[in-house]
């Protein structure tokens, strides 16, 4: 892919957080309820995208990304779950967005968006309710 269709890729799976955002303002009283499914879905999203980072960059010899991206991970895992803060699950997408464009082969890089996409729909939600829980 060229370097414009990788940014515009990068940039629409980047719109997974105000997809989320959205949603909680289209289903308000369902935040209350799915709160746990939303971060057990942000906790499978995130097992997903290291199981297919291993998969890709294990065989590849890319062990300096691989490293990078597993100490990311295991870094902000553990600081989000000492520390609680509403943004440290955005932490994960410099970790995302680094692999993304460091390695270079397409399907990778598409199965890769995607995931990042779908992350942004329970960080969104997740990110608005926290902000009305301060509100009230």
Known sequence: MELLNQILVLLFSLTGIIFGIALSYIAPEELSFGKKYLILLKMILIAISFSVV??????????????????????????????????????????????????????????????????????????KTNFKKNEK
């Open 54 to 127: 291993v998969f890709y960059l294990f065989p590849s010899k890319e062990f300096y990304l691989l490293i990078f991206f597993v100490t990311t991970l295991v870094a902000v895992f553990s600081l989000e779950s000492k520390v609680k803060n509403k943004y440290y699950p955005l932490f994960y997408y410099p970790a995302f967005i680094i692999t993304y464009f460091f390695y270079n082969d397409d399907s990778f890089k598409l199965i890769l968006a995607s995931i990042i996409f779908f992350y942004g729909f329970p960080i969104g939600t997740l990110l």
